[in-house]
């Protein structure tokens, strides 16, 4: 196999350019003296800072940017991606000779190079140990990574079981209504068993205060501690939207007329009255005839700014408000798009999760699935880490609509305002990242935001009315 990625890191450390806030490292430093530092500015000049001292950068024998912890990220990075992953396979047993490590099958990608790279890297940024035994260089994972790593494998092993399952089915029979069925059924199953008790995972319809059902959703998570279904027969249920945190359309085989169908039934069943909170809409797959994440963005994109039937006569769909988007559409082991929102208030983007670690693109979905359920912050917290870590990033691709677009006005007074807009931005994403619980009064909430900017302006307050609830 020809190796260019020797080239390309030295093109990479060659031309580099010190950045504040850059981690660094001597790659000329014999393994026991790797030590990282962190670019400051100090007296109008870049200085390494160590921990314990300030170092000038010309003093580094070979000033080299740490992997870990740099601004830009070099044309080598999806090697330097797949030679951390196989670094921290290997070194996850314990201790392990350099030259096991360097003698990797042919069929692998890793090159020494890479290897020699990351491994320093990882040494300095205090990710790997090393340790001279009998004359032979070896090197382990840090506690704290191989207990990460660890519960990294542990995710995977529950994406690969969910397809395993799958695949065992299909080896006898070909009955594809029954395995439709059967993949509906799975997905539900393996939802509820790894979900707090607070959620019951079933198939159904979610029911309006303006509105009835429009199709029965395959997968959908309520809350039923604080809900009861309207209706419920085993796992057929009706729920009211407020008690709904997610639904899940699945598919064996995902086609394009297959997409647009489930973006229609999700699109239908979310977007006529607001929820507060909002709730995750995802598209899980087993396979897929559509090969790259940028095709499937393309088509979501097409989709939302496409025309629509309506009782007046054809009309553009566009989005009305945030988190109205489709949240992740994924293909088990092969592909994920994750939606994603900023507090600019415009188009949300749609993102290409990367990764080359076991089915990272199943973890993805899991993970922006669970920043919608309403738990302790302490336990989402862990619950994201988990799912997220280090072992897959995202990729940008490209905005749902036009940087002119902005969303809709809520029905609350509050949130009409773009100051109100920005402020449920605001708690949509503290309350995802586990930083907050969501308001469990919503209108109270409101309301006392309400009051806070009327005394910022000199609005004298108003009373808060309630609504009588004999009154017809």
């Known amino acids: ?29 014999a393994w026991a003296d790797l030590h ?78 890479v290897i020699s790279y990351v491994l320093r890297a990882a040494c300095a940024a205090g990710l790997v140990e090393h340790r001279d035994h009998a004359g032979r260089n070896q090197f382990k994972l840090t506690e704290f990574i191989a207990d990460s790593f660890g519960r990294t494998k542990y995710v995977s092993s529950l994406a690969s079981e969910l397809a395993a399952t799958h695949d065992r089915l299909q080896l006898l029979i070909n009955h594809m209504p029954t395995l439709g ?11 509820a068993s790894h979900l707090p008790r607070r959620y019951h995972v079933a198939t159904g319809f979610i029911l309006g205060d303006l509105y009835s059902p429009k199709g029965q959703l395959d997968v959908l998570i309520y809350d039923q501690q604080d809900y009861s279904p309207v209706f ?20 064996s085989r995902l086609t394009t007329a297959q997409l647009d169908d489930a973006l229609e039934l999700l699109d239908e069943n979310t977007r006529r ?10 598209i899980f797959a087993f396979d897929s005839k559509i090969k790259t994440p940028e095709t499937i963005a393309r088509h979501v994109k097409s989709y939302y700014n496409s025309a629509e039937s309506t009782p007046i006569g054809p009309a553009p769909r566009r989005l009305m408000r945030q988190f109205q988007v489709v949240d992740a559409i994924a293909v088990s082991g092969k592909a994920c798009v994750l939606a994603s929102h900023d507090l600019s208030n415009g188009p949300p983007e749609l993102r290409a999760v990367v990764g080359s670690q076991g089915d990272c693109f199943t973890a993805a979905f899991l993970w922006s699935l669970a920043t919608y359920l309403d738990i302790s912050t302490t ?5 994201l880490s988990s799912l997220g870590g280090a072992w897959w990033s995202q990729r940008r691709l490209e905005p749902v609509h036009d940087p002119s677009w902005r969303p809709r006005t809520f029905k609350s007074q509050y949130t009409a305002s773009d100051v109100g807009q920005l402020d449920f931005l605001h708690t949509t994403f503290a309350w ?41």
């Open 181 to 191: 069925s059967y993949r509906e059924t799975l997905l539900r199953s393996f939802l």
């Open 232 to 251: 419920r027969q085993g796992d057929l249920v009706v729920v009211h939207a407020a008690a709904v945190r997610a639904v899940i359309e699945v598919k």
């Open 36 to 113: 990282g530092a962190l670019l400051i500015e100090s007296e109008g000049r870049l200085m390494a800072n160590t921990g314990e001292s300030l170092r000038e950068l010309s003093s580094y024998g070979r000033l080299t940017p740490s992997m870990f912890h740099i601004a830009h990220k070099p044309p080598c990075w999806p090697r330097l991606v797949a030679g951390w992953a196989y670094v921290k396979e290997r070194l996850f047993t314990g201790w392990t000779d350099l030259q096991a490590l360097v003698a990797a099958p042919s069929a692998t990608e890793v090159s020494e190079e």
């Open 432 to 472: 995802r990242a586990g930083q907050i619980q969501w308001p469990s009064d919503w209108e109270a909430y409101l309301h006392e935001e309400s009051a806070k900017l009327d005394a910022a302006n000199g609005v004298p307050t108003r009373p808060r009315t309630y609504a009588d609830p004999t009154s017809a």
């Open 1 to 29: 196999m020809a190796d260019t990625t020797r080239t390309e890191i030295e093109a990479f450390v060659d031309a580099y350019q010190p950045q504040p806030w850059d981690q660094v490292f001597d790659s000329s430093a």
């Open 273 to 282: 009255e607001v929820v507060h909170p909002p709730f995750f809409k995802g």
């Open 379 to 383: 336990s989402k917290r862990l619950l």
